[in-house]
């Protein structure tokens, strides 16, 4: 029997009122409620719950292949033309959005970039990043943490790990603010989401045309970049074609900036709002991983991803037949009571089994850089700012659904520890 629950339908809709967006959670909960859940006339059932959600993320059945090209034919109402080249890019889709074997094997040749040690090598350099936002903070007397910090750090990061030149991290930065929207799960219309589609389409192309240049720079001059290294990958004697290679810078991109300015921005909101964990976490450092834990459950930078099912699947009383979506609301899995105690509390004690990095083949590559941007920044968050106030709350949020954070959040103070 399938579940359509029209409450929790309608509350999936009211995801995309702007309004909510401070706090979506109570929605979350009506459609928890409810189970797994059709969406009324479309071929997508939503996974709400802990154990559904694990259970997709870890099943091979549930395929990434194409599944937001899927998402989006499948949200687009009857009649409407979809750009091609909106859905379609001009270059393969990212490894994002692709099985085994093209997905192990693109994968394989870029983790080697995100190794630990390779990680722990750039703590210095984000460090030091860091201390000169709050330096410049101590001068200037203010201070957002997402202007100030949550954006242009891994933006700086992610440049220079591919070999990006300083004086374009701004245009880098502008057209990855552009493409961010095209993981929202929105219908590729202008109503859904809620930009003029001309510039998103133009975005991607000047994208796509700015690593078309740096590569070829890379092929005739190369650095000791990631971008060179994917040139010369080889493993297994196997390598990126021009096309992945485009693909995947795209994709470090994005995906490692802009989940990342969300789980800065989200950690130090919930810091603010919680004195108490503030006051601990600048006695004892070592808790910042806990921290960062919990902030990924309690207010997750990703709320949701795609899947599509293989052949036929069955969550609970919702049978999934093949070809159809899977919408795993990983911020509602996060919150679900059959798994945390009082979920709706930030406790940063708890023992965390959140998905907010996914699960199985494609468990985020970036998890390992993400936590210690985020680390070292909350970590000198709590150390630095003396008596930290948010001077508006709830802040504005980005207009995002899926990649969830404020889009400002200044701080008052009243002082910054010399570093």
Excluded: W
């Amino acid at each position: 029997m399938t579940v359509t629950d029209s409450s929790g339908a309608g509350s999936y809709f009211q995801l995309f009122d702007h309004s909510v967006r401070a706090d979506p959670y109570p929605l979350y909960e009506r459609m928890r409620a409810a189970g797994a859940l059709r969406l009324p006339g479309a071929p997508i059932v939503l996974l709400t719950r802990h154990a559904d959600c694990t259970a997709a993320l870890r099943d091979p059945r549930a395929s990434s292949q194409n599944s937001m090209p899927r998402l989006r034919f499948a949200l687009t109402p009857e009649g409407v033309e979809v750009p091609t080249n909106l859905v379609a890019p001009r270059h393969n889709p990212s490894f994002l959005f692709l099985d085994a074997p093209d997905h192990t094997r693109l994968r394989r040749l870029v983790q080697k970039a995100f190794t630990p040690r390779v990680v722990a090598e750039l703590a210095p350099r984000i460090t030091r990043f860091v201390d000169e936002a709050f330096d410049r903070a101590a001068e200037t007397g203010r201070f957002d943490a997402v202007e100030d910090l949550g954006y242009p750090l891994p933006i700086t990061v992610i440049c220079e790990l591919l070999g990006v030149p300083l004086e374009d991290e701004p245009l880098l930065r502008r057209l990855s603010a552009a493409l961010a929207r095209l993981l929202d799960p929105a219908a590729p219309t202008e109503a859904g989401f809620g930009v003029d589609l001309a510039d998103m389409i133009t975005a991607r192309e000047e994208l796509d045309d700015y690593f078309d240049r740096l590569a070829a720079q890379r092929r005739h001059d190369p650095g000791p970049d990631l971008l060179t290294q994917l040139i010369a990958a080889e493993d297994a004697g196997d390598t990126l074609s021009h096309s992945e290679l485009i693909a995947t810078c795209g994709l470090l991109l994005i995906a490692g900036h802009e989940t990342t300015v969300n789980l800065i921005s989200n950690t130090i909101l919930a810091l603010s709002r919680r004195g108490d964990v503030l006051a601990e976490l600048r006695e004892n450092p070592g808790l910042a991983t806990q921290v960062i834990e919990e902030t990924l459950r309690y207010d997750p930078p990703v709320q949701m991803m795609p899947r599509v099912a293989l052949e036929t699947m069955q969550f609970g009383e919702t049978k999934v037949d093949a070809g159809e979506v899977l919408m795993v609301i990983i911020a509602a899995a996060n919150r679900d009571p059959e798994t945390f105690a009082e979920p709706g509390r930030f406790d940063i004690a708890r023992d965390n089994r959140h998905v907010s990095f996914g699960l199985g083949a494609h468990f985020c590559l970036g998890a390992p850089l993400a936590r210690l941007e985020a680390r070292i920044a909350v970590t000198r968050f709590a150390q630095r700012m003396r008596e930290p106030r948010l001077v508006a709350d709830p802040p504005v949020y980005r207009m995002h659904v899926n990649l969830r954070g404020p889009a400002a959040l200044p701080i008052e103070f009243d002082g910054v520890q010399a570093s």
